[in-house]
């Protein structure tokens, strides 16, 4: 219209595209967004590729990669290979992380958890154990990652969420960079 500036006003939740879970999200008294420590948001990760036919990754589907040592991972999976954010329709079979598969992680030292679609909880679950297992272990969860282009293997990581004190969730930009 002939201003000298564009100016955009926005209005989502804090749960919108990709995000970071905080431990308040389910944990009462758990750390906000802001609180979530740096070293955990950036550094080494291993992307898994689950493939176009896995419907939840369990610890059996787990088992079947060597991710034991890794401090961050993130699972590619057939939301992915479905093209699922491509579509505006919420999809209620992505694939997601089942409860035993969130313990194992949690027990060997996996600090940071990523899953490409809006949730690690398995759609209608009674409930929300896998959040409460991740996050009461200090697990920061990341949803909504787009790895539709990425392979399998080990990257740089750097997420960074929204700065929103005393929230349990925050918009994120999530950057991956291959390992030489």
Known sequence: RGDVANVSALELGAHTGTHVDAPLHFIPGGKT????SLD?????????????????IDAKKLGTFHWRGATRILFKTRNSYRKLYDDPTFHTDFVAIAPDAAKLMADHG?????????????FGAKAP??????????????????????????????????????REAAPARALLRSRP
């Open 110 to 122: 996996v600090k940071l958890v990523g899953i490409d679609y809006n949730s690690v909880e398995v």
């Open 129 to 166: 154990e896998t959040h409460r297992i991740l996050l009461g272990n200090d697990v920061v969860i990341v949803e909504g990652l787009d790895l539709r282009n990425v392979s399998g293997g080990q990257y740089d990581l750097i997420v960074l969420p929204i700065k929103l004190v005393g």
């Open 40 to 56: 955990v948001l950036m550094g080494e990760a291993e992307v898994l590729d689950c493939g176009p036919d896995a419907t939840v």
């Open 33 to 36: 967004v802001e609180q979530l």
